[in-house]
């Protein structure tokens, strides 16, 4: 029995470091939690504009908000001499006050085989945009397309398409002619 009250004796001596060391651990996990949320909400309340090219039939560039929020007064910085690359006559001069999460903007490019042609290699985007809140992002996307090369986008499909007819054409003429001498 004097064994036990020993033990016990000694553990109420510490229990009061034991019980401090558990609040310190406690307390520890609890901020590394509060900083955790905090970056969470942070994702959850910021919009992140992304551009990129989309490759179909033809090449698109894709302004998207791939966050979670809405993007605030959106503006693009686009040096003139880039501006040939977009036959659709986009110039990124023009503002956008909101953009909502998920939307995307397609505007058209130019012909991969075009854009090889010129003396540059990519295209420097500049976006500005801001959140809800006011807070202020600055981002440069580099849009490349080298990595197309290889691809069925290498060539000018309207071109062979227009040479095929044009071979098809002269064919039907030889046979014309043909038939035409023989009857």
């Avoid at 908000?65 to 006559?89: L, V």
């Avoid at 995307?104 to 420097?124: A, G, R, T, V, W």
């Avoid at 060539?155 to 002269?170: G, H, Q, S, W």
Wanted: charge should be negative; proline fraction near 3%.
């Amino acid at each position: 029995m004097n064994e036990i009250s020993v033990y016990l004796d000694g553990l109420n001596k510490y229990s009061s470091l034991i019980l401090m060391f558990a609040t310190l651990v406690y307390v520890y996990f609890t901020y590394k939690l509060t900083k955790e949320t905090t970056k969470l909400r942070e994702v959850e309340t910021t919009p992140f504009m992304s551009i990129y090219i989309k490759v179909d039939s033809k090449l698109s560039l894709i302004v998207e908000n791939i966050g979670k929020a809405p993007a605030y007064d959106i503006e693009f910085k686009m040096d003139k001499k880039y501006i040939s690359c977009f036959p659709c006559g986009c110039d990124f001069k023009h503002k956008i006050s909101y953009f909502s999460p998920n939307q995307q903007l397609p505007i058209c490019m130019d012909q991969y085989f075009n854009l090889e042609k010129l003396d540059f290699d990519s295209i420097p985007i500049e976006v500005k945009y801001s959140s809800k809140d006011g807070q202020l992002f600055e981002e440069v996307f580099t849009i490349e397309w080298k990595y197309l090369s290889g691809s069925a986008l290498e060539t000018d499909n309207l071109v062979e398409i227009k040479k095929a007819i044009e071979e098809t054409a002269e064919e039907i003429k030889e046979l014309h002619k043909t038939i035409k001498d023989k009857g």
